[in-house]
Each structure stands twice: as C-alpha cells, then as structure tokens.
C-alpha cells in the first residue's frame, strides 16, 4: 500500500518530459526530408525540410564530418540515413580541362555509401573505367535512390542499379557498349530519373535521344527523338490534365508521353556546342529553357490539351543564359547566374527583362565579368529565401524577389578544389537533408549543419 501518494509525482513528470522529448525527436526524424536524387526528392530545386537556421551566423556553421574522396562534378544524395557520392579515382594518364579537346585518363568509378550522421564509409561499388571526355575530374550524374536500389549514370555511359543496403548489383549495362551511344565531349551527364516502372536518361543517337528502360531489369521499354545526348536531365511537368516528360536537347525541348514516348509537342531552340545543360523551369503555365551564349525561349503552354507555343526569345542584354546551374523560377521571376558574365540574374518571366544583377552568388570581389560563373540555387519551401553554393565554396543564404538580393549570411565551407579558365571552383550541387548540407569538392564530402544552434 502506497502511504504517500504523492512522492512518486516527480518520477511521473520525470518521464512523462522524458516520453515527449523522445516524441519530439521521432517526429524530428520522421519530418527530415530525403534528398534522393539531383536537386531533391521532387527534383525541382526545393528544399521543404522545417527548423533550420533563417540567417547564417557570422561565426559560421558548424562542420559535422569531413570525410576524404576523389574527384567528380556529381552531387551527393541522401536517403535512410545514408549519404551516396559518385566519385573518380584517377590511376593514370594527364588530366586536363580543355574545351575542346577529351583527355584521356585511367581510373575507376566509385559509388561510396557513407552513414549521414558520421560520415563513416559503409559499402562501396567500383569499377575500371578509362576516360575520354573533357574535363575529366570525375561523373557527372547524381546518384538517384528509389525504393531500395540506387542507380548510378557514368562519365562514359554506365549505368547501374544497386541495392542500397549491400551495394549488390541488380542490373549494369553500357550505354557506349549495349546502345551503340557516343560519349558526348563532356560526358554523359543526365542525371536518371525514375518514376513508376521506369528509368528516363538521355543517351543519344538515331532514334534514341532519350531512352525508358525498365527501373527493376534495365530493359529498353522504348526509345525516342534523333538527336545528340547533350547534358540535361529529362523531368517531368503536370499540366493540361496530362503529365509530360520534358527533354532539353541539342534540337529543342520536346515533352513526350512517359508510357510511350510518342511526342506531344516540340519547341526549337540549339545552344551552341550542344551545350544543353540547365533544366527547363515551370512556373504557371510557362517553362523557361536556357542556354549558352544568346540562346533561351520562354514557351507557354497550352492549357486545354498538351501543346506549347514560342513567348519570346533571348536576345543579347535580356534574359540569363544559364549553364552549369539551373534557374529558379518563382512568382513571375527567374534567378539564375548567366553564362556569360557570371552574375546572379532576375528576369521578368513576361518579357525577359533583367530587373537586378548581382556578383555575390558567384564571386563577391569580380567587377567585370565571370566565364560561366556559377551558383547552385535551392529555394526554401515557400518562401522567398534561397540557399545559394558558390564555385567558389561559400554556402549563402539570401533572401531574392522581384526588388533584388539581400544576403543573410554566408560561410566558407568548402575550398574549390577544381579548375575552369585559370580559376578555382567547386561546381557540384550540394544536397540538404536532416537539416544538413551535404558538400563535395574534389578532395572531400563534408556535412554542415543546418540547424539552430542549440546555445
């Protein structure tokens, strides 16, 4: 018999705080968005995940783990706690950046499997694979993560599918070898994307533009369009009651039937080089495509079937020319950095009218201008503040709207290990999840976090 009733209220607020603290830190885990692909979950450049930092301190974030690896222009991905980075060990042979000319180099490419909260290295998956691109520091493709297997795109078109658990192989083929495709100058760079029972790349060729395969076999389900790979990776719009797939080639932007491929529209646009590169951005019943130099077409799309017409065209002095990073496009504007001059550019959606320019996103101190100067621009949820990475390695927050750029912060992060016209730069596309940046450079993957200082 309890003589004093009272004396055990204590332990029963002990842990009753105790029950909701556990309660706030699964609902935590529960609400950490994934990054599973190349520009996150929904690959469109948002990132949703609550409970992160609104400013960028001046004493700087904190670095949670750095962990070494070698070099490659793809982006890490997050998923079930770990973290995937697709990398090129460079055995033999010059390396060198050219545009113009492949480098031939011997190495092998490496899927490394790293546990998100230490940054240990959990499973690897290599292989020989002897490089003739330019710029040949590594792969370009960002791991895509479905379900529980992991799909991998190489330099010099091999494509796997792992299981993320084990890194057992499911599947493999080459798209040089089995598709007959040519490795573009720079290398195959369509980042895969899944969606039902399939897998979409661009690969290249007659007939074979951009490719189905099954996600579970790797079999063709079908191939589509005559035209060169070039370097942006397919999407997918909703619009029109009909959902599309959009393919930025070398000849246009086509959106296809996903099931079929049949083609449900075409607007002509060929950047030079077939440098197409930057995603197509939606917003409304518009889709921006950019790319080098003086090319870019703003379409409208028809509202009551699939169809598109022409808006208007870039024209020198209007518009940014995005290349290496892909705009964003909010509420009638398009941020994005320009091709040419390297700033970071808003744009009128109506008619291509620059409303602001700016170098902080890319180099601070350039006053003239910056060859393919570059920021990788994610939005955060629905607002009007952005996480920019600079090729220079400083991860900013700014607030961008139609009236201009307000920094918020910024740190140091990363050194740019690489190379492009006699300057240093990073240029890969950091992921955000479990309230972290994930960053790559050449050398080494660190994670940043993102949280609220618990002082």
Known sequence: MLTNPHAF????????????????????????????GWMGDSRDGIYRETGIIETIPESGLSVKWRTPIAGGYAGPSVADNRVFVFDYQKSSGDAFNAPDKRANVSGKERLIV??????KELWRHEYDCPYSVSYPAGPRCT???DGDRVYTLGSEGDLHCLNTSTGEVKWSLSLKRDLAAEVPIWGFSSHPLVDGDLLYTMVGGQGQGIVAFDKMTGEVRWKALDTAAGYCPPSIIEFAGRRQLIAFTPDGVDALDLLSGASLWHIDISPMYEMSIARPMRNGDLLYASGIRNEAVMIKLDSQSPGASELWRGERGNAVFSSNSTPAFVDGVIYGTDCNDGKMIAVDATNGERLWTTFQPTRPDEKRFLKHGTAFVTRI?????YLLFSEIGDLIIARMNREGYEELGRDHVIEPSGEAFGRGVVWSHPAYANRTAYIRNDEEIIAVSLAPSSK
């Open 114 to 119: 790293l546990d998100a909260e230490s940054g």
């Open 9 to 36: 209220k204590p332990r029963l607020v002990v842990a009753a705080i105790s029950l909701v603290a556990i309660s706030i830190s699964l609902q935590s885990i529960v609400n950490a968005d994934d990054w599973s």
């Open 381 to 385: 949820g629905d607002t009007d503040r």
């Open 143 to 145: 791991p895509t993560i």
